[in-house]
């Protein structure tokens, strides 16, 4: 069991002057734990008011829509294992963004 | 309210394989057809995961697919094929239905590979393999070339009515939660399963049950609903892999072997050895195992997080280099990680959980609903597999949604398209937007999670009268509950606990009509297993159960095609699929 610290984009341009960065601690017990699974883990247990794709997702990387930028790279957030103590998440464009870690993207 | 008012002749709801056939009949027609879908056009619902994109089947009979040049037994018929699919269904099959899958099956296929499918192989004698995004990306592309429309990322809250004719659809922006109102002369629901019923399942996040329920709720019937068939081998844990079928599809080749929290081989314990064959080595395994698995589970021998243990630990490197050398769908995605967890001589967690539903949306040949203008196709329908499904969902996504966007189109040609008034829009944007207004009462996770541990502990794969008693009770308690439901999230823009509480009230109607089905049905077949009538009764049950609106009437049907068909009267579970599969041409 390990605390994995999560640093995360977050922007409601409805509300929000400017975009934000919000820090979460998420409990870790096991190695086979993708990005995904921790963005379930906040919205489920810290904050519920974070965006991320999640309502049409397959989960096992074919349908490739989950993409987001972990520290710096554009990953599928299912596919994705958890590696280090600290995360960095941000959209994969933040001119794009909608809400969050959401982006409009043609 | 509504931010948009779109009008089209025909839309079909959902963009798996059912909805993009359906779209390509329509439009085929002149239909100015658009497909309104909850992902991304040809990236969602189950059809991207069928077979877990290693292995998907499309069946047709053994003489057709040889007239087409593949290696398959030309002495196979339709009609050998149609009486298998009876027999497989328990006689529960609505037989105008079979007719037209084994009719239309072959047309189907050949005009999948004349469009460019590429085709991996056969799988068995009646049935080529393919994999899922293959036959997704043939459609889109026809569908594209035919101009029909795209909405995507919209959730269908609600299908409009007047009188008992279809109006329109409310259909809610996910990126941006604008809420339209689309109107059209002819609707094709084809918005596949309902896995999130259940907490644990093989499907992708959007099948939540949001065509049947919408229908339901627009006074479209509902049949066979208690019809459930769980995948006995889905990934459990880890967590980064759960809802994966790949371990059913390694067992289906002949891979593996299951272990009890001892390490204990139990299945020759639990059936004798001629059924014990057809767990392992038919396509019956989904239903045999699941029973077994389960009363291994609820016996108190599986893992602490409520599984079973998948091992290939005695197979050396050869196998798998053979493996995946005949498969190269074990190389791509996430496959080679789970792949690796097993070559390395570790377990996977694995249990039964819901897979493909046999029930849905009533439908007659030419997939109309009794709902004026409103059609149905593919795995959101009912009545086509009866009591268990062994033949492929695919070919019943294609040869359905073909009818269903033919005859969509057909009746939009003579209709208008009727522009509701203001007042009646209102009544369906009222309850969906009403969270937004609401600043305290249960929130809709716990709601998720409460309606999540009464599914499981009593709708699962062994159900019995009390079970059922009290998961009925208990959704009238969450009924209550997502009427007065509380999300923290008042943003309109991708509002995860707004999307949640639709699908919520979405996973109620699916829920409760299931278990409504399930109670009524005193007896066991198929997919559907009483511990409390582990009798399969052909004497009392050779009806369909239909439900008739969002209060949960019901009435029943009688098969005319199974009762001609059943020589024995009543016999214990087993027995039945023990005289079944021996019926098998």
Same mark, same amino acid.
């Given at each position: 069991m390990k605390d994995l610290k999560v640093i995360c984009y977050r922007y409601d341009r409805d509300k929000d002057e400017k975009p934000y960065y919000a820090t979460y601690n998420v409990p870790v017990?096991?190695?086979?734990?993708s990005v995904m699974d921790i963005l379930n883990y906040i919205y489920e247990n810290l904050d519920p008011t974070i965006s991320y794709f999640s309502h049409a997702a397959c989960k096992q990387d074919i349908c490739g829509r989950c993409t987001v930028k972990v520290n710096g790279k554009s990953v599928l957030a299912c596919k994705e294992s958890i590696i280090g103590d600290v995360i960095l998440l941000e959209p994969v464009n933040k001119e794009k963004? *909608?809400?969050?870690? *959401?982006c409009r993207l043609d | 309210m509504i931010n948009n008012y779109l009008y089209y002749d025909v839309i079909i709801m959902g963009s798996g394989g059912a909805g993009l056939r359906a779209a390509i009949s329509s439009a085929e027609k002149g239909c100015k057809t658009v497909i309104v879908t909850k992902g991304k056009i040809n990236r969602s619902g189950a059809t991207l995961l069928a077979g877990a994109n290693i292995s998907a089947d499309i069946a047709c009979d053994g003489k057709s697919l040889w007239e087409m040049g593949f290696n398959t037994d030309k002495d196979d018929s339709k009609e050998k094929w149609f009486k298998d699919i009876i027999t497989e269904g328990f006689y529960l099959n609505n037989d105008e239905l079979v007719s037209r899958y084994v009719e239309d099956a072959p047309k189907r296929v050949k005009e999948l590979i004349d469009w460019g499918m590429k085709v991996n192989g056969l799988e068995g004698d009646r049935a080529i393999s393919v994999e899922g995004t293959e036959i997704l990306d043939t459609l889109y592309r026809n569908a594209k070339s035919l101009n029909v429309g795209f909405i995507e990322d919209n959730l269908v809250s609600d299908i409009v009515t007047e009188g008992n004719k279809f109006v329109g659809i409310i259909s809610i922006d996910i990126l941006s939660g604008d809420i339209s109102f689309i109107g059209a002369k002819s609707l094709v629901i084809a918005s596949g399963g309902m896995h999130f019923v259940f907490p644990f399942h093989s499907g992708s996040t959007d099948l939540t049950g949001d065509g049947q329920a919408a229908a339901l709720r627009a006074g479209v019937e509902m049949i066979d609903m208690e019809m459930v068939t769980f995948c006995p081998l889905i990934i459990k844990h880890p967590l980064k892999y759960r809802g994966s079928i790949l371990p059913y599809i390694l067992q289906s080749f002949g891979y593996g072997e299951i272990l009890n929290k001892y390490g204990k081989n139990f299945l020759d314990d639990v059936f004798e050895k001629d059924v014990l064959y057809y767990a392992w080595h038919s396509e019956w395994n989904k239903l045999l195992l699941s029973y077994a698995f389960s009363k291994e589970i609820l016996n108190g021998n599986g893992t602490p997080d409520g599984g079973l243990y998948y091992v290939? &630990? &005695? &197979?050396?490197k050869e196998i798998y280099k053979e493996m995946y050398s005949n498969w190269p769908g074990f190389k791509k995605g996430v496959n080679p990680e789970i792949m690796s967890i097993l070559e390395n001589g570790n377990a996977l967690v694995i249990a039964p959980g819901a897979h493909y539903f046999e029930g849905g949306i009533k439908i007659n040949d030419k997939m109309e609903t009794n709902v004026q203008g409103i059609f149905a196709a593919g795995e959101c329908t009912g009545g086509l597999f009866g009591a268990n499904r062994v033949s492929s969902a695919l070919t019943e996504m294609l040869v359905e949604g073909a009818i269903a966007g033919e005859n969509a189109a057909i009746y939009a040609k003579d209709i208008n398209n009727i522009k509701p008034d203001k007042d009646l829009i209102d009544k369906y944007v009222e309850p969906i937007t009403k969270p937004f207004n609401v600043n305290k009462g249960t929130n809709v996770l716990e709601m998720r999670k409460y309606l999540h541990d009464i599914t499981y502990a009593n709708l699962w794969v062994i159900r019995d009268g009390e079970k059922l008693q009290t998961c009925l009770s208990k959704l009238d308690e969450i009924k209550n509950g997502i009427d007065e439901i509380y999300i923290k999230n008042k943003s309109l823009k991708y509002n995860k606990e707004w999307i949640e509480y639709i699908e919520l009230r979405n996973v109620y109607y699916c829920a409760k009509a299931i278990a409504k089905s399930a109670l009524l049905r005193t007896e066991s077949r198929g997919v559907h297993f009483r511990s409390d009538y582990p009798i399969t009764n052909n004497e009392e049950w050779l009806k369909h159960i239909i439900i008739v609106d969002a209060n949960f009437n019901y009435r029943f049907e009688n098969i005319r095609r199974g009762i001609s068909e059943a020589e024995i009267k009543k016999l214990s579970y087993i027995d039945f699929i023990r005289y079944l599969v021996n019926k098998l041409t």
């Open positions: 017990d096991d190695e086979n734990v963004v *909608i809400k969050d870690l *959401i | 290939m &630990s &005695s &197979s050396p």
